[in-house]
C-alpha cells in the first residue's frame, strides 16, 4: 500500500513504521495527538477513487495526515460504496490501533454518511456504525467526520 505526505511526498516506510514515528516525534515535541481515520471515493466515469487519510490532531496546533489513493473500475450502488468506503478506514484503524494505545492516543473512524434520512449514503449508516462500533472504535458521521468528508474528499476530488 502506498502512502504519501499531504505535500505529495512518499512515504517509504511501512505505514505502521511512519505513524510510529510521527506520534513519538509528535508527543516528543509536547503535542496531544488525537487521529483520525476516513475515506471518500468519487466516481470518475468507469472508475471509482478511493482515498484513505489518516488525520494526526495536535490539540490546539493544527494537524497533517497521510494519504493512500486507490482507484478501482468494480461499479458499485452508493450503499455498497459507502460501505467499502468504512472497510478501508477500518481496516487501517486496525492494522494502527495497538500503536495507538500502546502511546495512549485517541483514534476516531470517521464515516462519509449523512446523519439525515434525506440524502442517499444515509442507507448505509446503521451498518457502517455498527461495523466501526462493533470493531470498538469510536465513530463519527456527518457532520462531524471531517476526516472522510473533509480531509479525503479534498484528496479525491
Keep these: 500500500m502506498l502512502w504519501r505526505k499531504f505535500n505529495g511526498d512518499v512515504i517509504e516506510l511501512p505505514i505502521i513504521e511512519a505513524v510510529e514515528n510521527a506520534i513519538r ?90 446523519t439525515n434520512p434525506h440524502f442517499k449514503s444515509n442507507d448505509a449508516l446503521k451498518e457502517a456504525m455498527g461495523y466501526i462500533l462493533g470493531m470498538g472504535f469510536a465513530f463519527k458521521a456527518k457532520p462531524e467526520a471531517f476526516a472522510s468528508s473533509s480531509c479525503a474528499n479534498k484528496v479525491v476530488n
Design 25 to 114: 516525534r509528535e508527543t516528543e515535541k509536547g503535542y496531544r495527538l488525537k487521529v483520525c481515520i476516513g475515506t471518500d471515493s468519487q466516481v470518475k466515469g468507469l472508475e471509482t477513487e478511493f482515498a484513505t487519510v489518516i488525520v494526526f490532531l495536535r490539540e490546539g496546533h493544527g494537524g497533517f495526515m497521510f494519504i493512500h489513493n486507490e482507484k478501482t473500475r468494480h461499479q458499485y450502488t452508493i450503499k455498497e460504496r459507502m460501505l467499502v468506503e468504512v472497510a478501508k478506514s477500518i481496516e487501517i484503524a486496525y492494522e494502527l490501533c495497538n500503536l495507538f494505545s500502546k502511546y495512549n492516543v485517541d483514534m476516531e473512524v470517521h464515516a462519509d454518511i449523512n
